[in-house]
């Protein structure tokens, strides 16, 4: 039963309006930081160093912990305020699963979500030439100054979060 729930929050979320606008808002922001120079680089740290894109994430995860109660605490009020309850348990679905699957499909789309600030900077650092920023302020792009600190720094605040609010 934890597939058929999970699979159908995953389904929900992803037909809300409102998953797509805080991936954008993610997405954007950052872009349009890194791609216009507006970072704390100093003049010898390119705009996409490992230091700033993890700052700029740390930064993003303090949103995300605003969009996670926003994601992690609808399913059980929307069940509770629809009086669903009585009926789902009237039907072979364990507590364990309805609730373990509510919760992982709301997180999948949690970091979803979070992962629309690692493409913004990955896209401002690439478009940033074309926004007017130098070129030589950029460096290479490497894919772990991008994702090590997303697993270490965002995922986790995430998680707590995420676990604060489903509660």
């Known amino acids: 039963m934890f597939k058929d729930i999970f699979l159908f929050e995953l389904k929900y979320r992803f037909s809300r309006p409102a998953t797509w606008i805080y991936f954008a808002f993610l997405t954007i922001v950052?872009?349009?930081?890194?791609?216009?120079?507006n970072t704390p680089a100093s003049e010898k740290v390119f705009h996409n160093s490992p230091i700033v894109i993890a700052n700029l994430l740390v930064l993003v995860s303090l949103f995300g912990i605003l969009i996670a109660s926003a994601v992690m605490g609808v399913p059980l009020y929307?069940?509770?305020?629809?009086?669903?309850?009585t009926f789902l348990f009237s039907y072979p679905i364990g507590k364990f699963g309805y609730f373990m699957g509510r919760f992982w499909g709301s997180f999948v789309v949690l970091l979803f979500i979070s992962m629309g600030a690692l493409l913004g900077i990955y896209l401002g650092s690439l478009l940033g030439p074309l926004f007017g920023t130098d070129a030589e302020r950029y460096g290479p792009n490497s894919l772990v100054n991008y994702i090590h600190p997303w697993l270490t720094l965002v995922v986790p605040n995430l998680w707590l979060a995420g676990a604060s609010f489903s509660h």
Do not use: C, S
Request: neutral net charge.
């Open 78 to 85: 929307r069940d509770l305020e629809h009086k669903t309850g």
């Open 30 to 37: 950052p872009l349009l930081l890194i791609g216009f120079g």
